[in-house]
């Protein structure tokens, strides 16, 4: 059973949410939190695996919440899901540095959300829907005042790991990188366990915005 937690100001969403997640045999809503704080004080009280988490929100936001989340170990295994309307969050890219598996625009199908969910559950990312492909480089391309990360981080990877790192950062799922590299999908998993090792990534999303901060990966203009 995915133990899911709510964060969002709006109660009106939330309930939506709940009785959504609810309506599936496979999760459960354990808990709901109007801000950052009070998110935290439910998962760690309740525990959680995957968190719904708005990044708008009154005093502590999602993105301190979810940075939170990520410093503590005893949290290592919570997932974050950023619930965001993707023209207008230019926070995307800092929850997605901040630890957060991905985003979800608030309008998504009911299905796309359960999905995400699972996904996210799994230890996927959410950054190879078509309606996020670019959106990622796009916000990455935009300086928020933090230092590039050295390139030599990536010298501890095989031109191999390097390959899949690529195209990763392109949103591709595994069997896509398998068939583009012609290997097996069960390669493409070794490897980028492999990834998430040499790189101390927590997921996919962290690889995605590593591949773009070395400049191992460039974001395309337009």
Known sequence: MIRVVLADDQALLRSAFRV??????????????SDGAEA??????????????????PGMDGLAATRAISADPALAAVRVVILTTFESDD???????????????????????????????????????????GLIARFLAQSDGSEPLDDSVLDVLTAREREVLVEVAGG???????????????????????????????????????????????????
Do not use: W
């Not at 959504?20 to 939190?33: C, F, I, K």
């Not at 935290?40 to 695996?49: C, F, K, N, S």
């Not at 926070?91 to 995400?116: C, D, H, M, T």
């Open 91 to 133: 926070y995307v890219v800092q929850a997605l540095r901040a630890g957060a598996s991905g985003f979800l625009g608030k309008g998504a199908e009911p299905a796309e959300l359960l999905s995400a969910i699972r996904l996210a559950a799994a230890g996927e990312s959410l950054l190879s829907p078509t309606a996020t492909r």
């Open 40 to 57: 935290l004080r439910v998962i760690r009280e309740g525990g959680a695996d995957v968190v719904l988490m708005d990044i708008r929100m």
């Open 20 to 33: 959504l997640v609810d309506s599936d045999p496979g999760m459960s809503v354990t808990g709901e939190a």
């Open 172 to 222: 591709l799922s595994n069997d896509e990188i398998a068939a583009r590299l012609t290997v097996s999908p069960l390669t493409v998993k070794t490897h980028i366990n492999r990834l998430l090792t040499k790189l101390s990534a927590r997921d996919r999303a962290q690889l995605v915005v590593t591949a773009y901060e070395t400049g191992l990966v460039r974001p395309r203009s337009g």
